[in-house]
């Protein structure tokens, strides 16, 4: 049996959340640039949305750039906005009923990346079938500290108690508030961390680390890490009997 056909479709995570590391560090091996691996890496961006749309995911959440992102040489950071610029498909969104979305800093994007975006976001706006975020300029500290200026403006105002604000207030005031919380978090390309992405909304995600690069991620990957994902139990805090007692109800 395929990887493939061993991935239960009535189980598949709602929301997947994608850390797409190691362009740099695939490029080096081959002794190219690492923006050959940056380029590389959009391929793997196609691939996997597409096959993510083919499984049922609902929303796929791709950490494109981030806000400490923006401390790399000035030429990389240039190759990497000409690449979103360039790669910025309508026709592939409307064929596979695709919605993008973005999260992050966007007024600190260049103009033309915006317009870009913009243009595409629009367009693509009553695709239903999956909806592609993309983190760009995003970080999990930042959206958090903006959050929280927003709700601290409409306490001044009156708008909202103090003691009216529960974990739902926050989500609600997160920019992730139309999506669920990820099920599955992806780390490709080795490293154990989270980089900033989606402190609030991981609380109760399972992580699925892989040594893979970014560019070498494909769509069996992707079928390995759902099979991975299927196979725990997510207990959110309960006993493991609980958690089957209640699967057979
Ligand atoms: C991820 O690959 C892409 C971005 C962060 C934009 P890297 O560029 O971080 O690749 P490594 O980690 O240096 O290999
Ligand atoms: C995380 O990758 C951000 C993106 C994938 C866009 P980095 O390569 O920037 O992460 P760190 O800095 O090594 O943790
Ligand atoms: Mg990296």
Same mark, same amino acid.
Do not use: C
């Given at each position: 049996? #395929? $990887? %493939? &056909? @061993?991935?239960?479709? /009535?189980?598949?995570?709602?929301?997947?959340?994608?850390?797409?590391?190691?362009?740099?560090?695939?490029?080096?091996?081959?002794? %190219?640039?690492?923006?050959?691996?940056?380029? &590389?890496?959009? +391929?793997?961006?196609?691939?996997? #949305?597409? +096959?993510?749309?083919?499984l049922g995911i609902k929303f796929l959440t $791709?950490?494109?750039?981030? #806000?400490?992102?923006?401390?790399?040489?000035a030429p990389e950071i240039e190759a990497l906005m000409t690449l979103l610029i360039d790669h910025l498909e309508e026709e592939t969104f409307m064929k596979n009923n695709v919605r993008l979305l973005t999260i992050g800093e966007f007024g600190k994007l260049p103009p033309k990346v915006q317009e870009r975006v913009q243009a595409c976001i629009d367009h693509t706006a009553n695709n239903t079938r999956m909806t592609m975020v993309v983190a760009l300029s995003y970080?999990?500290?930042? /959206? $958090?500290?903006?959050?929280?200026?927003?709700?601290? =403006?409409?306490?001044? &105002?009156?708008? %909202? =108690?103090? /003691?009216?604000?529960? &974990?739902q207030t926050i989500s609600e005031h997160l920019q #992730?508030?139309?999506?669920?919380?990820?099920?599955?978090?992806?780390?490709?390309?080795? +490293?154990?961390?989270?980089?900033?992405?989606? %402190?609030? @909304?991981?609380?109760?995600? +399972?992580?699925?680390f892989t040594n893979t690069y970014w560019p070498d991620f494909r769509e069996e990957s992707l079928h390995q890490a759902i099979l991975d994902f299927q196979g725990r139990q997510r207990r959110f805090g309960k006993t493991g009997e609980q958690v089957e007692e209640e699967k057979g109800k």
């Open positions: 049996m #395929t $990887l %493939l &056909e @061993q991935i239960d479709k /009535e189980r598949m995570p709602k929301h997947v959340a994608i850390i797409m590391d190691g362009n740099g560090r695939w490029a080096k091996a081959k002794g %190219l640039p690492r923006t050959a691996g940056h380029a &590389e890496g959009v +391929e793997r961006v196609k691939e996997i #949305t597409a +096959e993510a749309t083919r $791709l950490y494109a750039f981030s #806000t400490e992102n923006w401390n790399r040489p970080s999990s500290r930042w /959206e $958090l500290t903006e959050t929280m200026r927003h709700m601290a =403006q409409e306490v001044k &105002e009156g708008r %909202l =108690q103090p /003691e009216d604000i529960t &974990e #992730t508030n139309f999506m669920p919380d990820p099920d599955l978090l992806i780390r490709t390309g080795g +490293e154990l961390r989270i980089s900033n992405y989606l %402190l609030w @909304q991981a609380a109760y995600t +399972e992580f699925y």
